[in-house]
């Protein structure tokens, strides 16, 4: 069993360069979640969605975009990275709303 | 806003000692409230779901207690092991939200042998 794969697991980037997350889950779930953590801050909700093709924003958004073009899909951008966009990225899935989370490994993120 | 905080940051203790981890959240109003490890470089595993109207969870070794009315959950691991050894996570699903998990900053166990 998969669950929720995270790609990349590691990227340096320089500031301005853009990049795609990738999360794929096969549990079928409807319910997908990007969040990051901080330290001293905890993990805090970027975007989610709850199906197919909606997508809505979270505690933190501004910077990202999301998409979600197919169910087992949620892919986080960033189109012009900056140095507080330095974090660890979590992808999560759940059947339904108030439903156990799964998360995935992360991807560490460093912009120069 | 819902804040989750969690006492103490960070604890440890030799090895088959019982302990008691402490979350509390300031607005009662609360769907559930989920307890997950984190082990370093690792993503989050689910430990237990308490759903708000429920008083506790069980499994194992750990029991999660729910007290809605004042704000607090505890988890209690029986028996320490150094396996036990990680962070630990509170998370509340707020009732307007209904999606989003708000975290508290967690509990850093070390179990000595």
């Known amino acids: 069993n998969a669950g929720v794969t995270q790609t990349p697991k590691f990227r340096v980037l320089k500031t301005g360069q853009s990049m795609t997350l990738l999360c794929a889950q096969d549990m079928n779930h409807e319910y997908m979640y990007w969040y990051r953590q901080d330290p001293g801050m905890g993990l805090r909700l970027i975007h989610y969605?709850?199906?197919?093709?909606?997508?809505a924003k979270g505690e933190v958004p501004d910077g990202y975009n999301v998409s979600r073009l197919k169910k087992q899909n949620f892919l986080l951008g960033l189109e012009s990275a900056a140095p507080s966009q330095t974090s660890v990225y979590f992808c999560?899935?759940?059947?339904?709303?108030?439903?156990?989370?799964?998360f995935g490994a992360g991807t560490r993120l460093s912009v120069l | 806003k819902q804040e989750v905080t969690q006492i103490p940051a960070a604890l440890s203790v030799p090895e088959g000692e019982n302990l008691v981890l402490n979350c509390s959240f300031t607005?009662?109003?609360?769907?559930?409230l989920q307890w997950f490890r984190q082990d370093p470089g690792k993503g989050l595993t689910s430990l237990l779901l308490?759903?708000?109207?429920?008083r506790e969870q069980t499994s194992g070794r750990l029991n999660a207690s729910l007290d809605k009315s004042s704000g607090r959950s505890t988890l209690y691991i029986a028996a320490s092991q150094p396996g036990d050894s990680a962070t630990y996570l509170c998370a509340v699903t707020a009732n307007q939200a209904g999606t989003a998990l708000i975290f508290g900053k967690g509990t850093t166990l070390s179990v000595s042998s």
């Open positions: 308490i759903q708000s109207s429920q």
């Open positions: 999560a899935s759940s059947r339904q709303v108030g439903n156990i989370q799964y």
């Open positions: 607005d009662s109003a609360i769907y559930n």
């Open positions: 969605s709850v199906g197919e093709g909606t997508t």
